[in-house]
C-alpha cells in the first residue's frame, strides 16, 4: 500500500516539520518517493527562513533573524525469503522524511542610519543553565561537608 507524503506545516511556535514518503508495495521506483520531500527542502531551507521581513515603527527598522536547522533522510528495502511462502515473504519499500527547526536568534536595530544587534533572551537556555549550576553547587556542598566529617 503507498502513503502519500504529507506537506510541511507551521506549527505556532515557528518551528517546521512533518514531510514523510514512503511506499510498501514495491509498484514505484523510490526516487519517486525522493521528491516531494526534496522540493519540500527546497522551500523550508532558505534564507528567508533565516532572516524575516522588515518591521518599520516610529523611524525604528527591525529585522528579525532565527536559526535554521534541517535534516532529511532517506531509505529503501528490497528482498525475498527462501523459507515458507515466499509470495508473502517478498517485498520492498522505502521511505523519507524532512525536518527543520526555526529558533529566533534576535533582530537588527536600524535607527537613524546606526545598525546594532539585539541578542533573542531564550528563557528555556536560562533555566537549563540555571538547573545545572544549582546540581554543581549541591554536588560541591555535599562533598565538602562529607569531608569535613571524615
Known amino acids: 500500500m503507498d502513503s502519500a507524503p504529507r506537506s510541511p506545516e507551521a506549527t505556532p511556535s515557528g518551528t517546521t516539520s512533518g514531510t514523510t514518503s514512503g ?12 521528491t516531494r520531500p526534496l522540493q ?16 518599520e515603527r516610529d ?9 535554521v536547522c534541517g535534516g532529511t533522510g532517506f531509505g529503501g528495502g528490497d528482498g525475498t525469503v527462501d523459507e515458507g511462502d515466499a509470495a508473502a515473504r517478498s517485498g520492498s519499500g522505502g521511505g523519507g522524511g524532512l525536518g527543520v527547526g526555526v529558533t529566533p536568534v534576535g533582530v537588527y536595530v536600524v535607527k537613524g542610519g546606526d545598525v546594532h544587534w539585539e541578542p533573542a533572551f531564550d528563557l528555556n537556555r536560562a533555566v537549563i543553565g ?3 549550576l544549582g546540581a554543581i553547587a549541591v554536588l560541591a556542598l555535599a562533598r565538602a561537608l562529607r569531608r569535613r566529617h571524615r
Open 23 to 34: 511506499t510498501t508495495s514495491g509498484t514505484a521506483p523510490f526516487g519517486a518517493y525522493m
Open 40 to 55: 519540500a527542502a527546497r522551500r523550508l531551507i532558505h534564507v528567508r527562513r533565516a532572516f524575516g521581513d522588515p518591521i
Open 59 to 67: 523611524g525604528v527598522t527591525l529585522i528579525p533573524v532565527a536559526r
Open 130 to 132: 540555571g538547573q545545572v
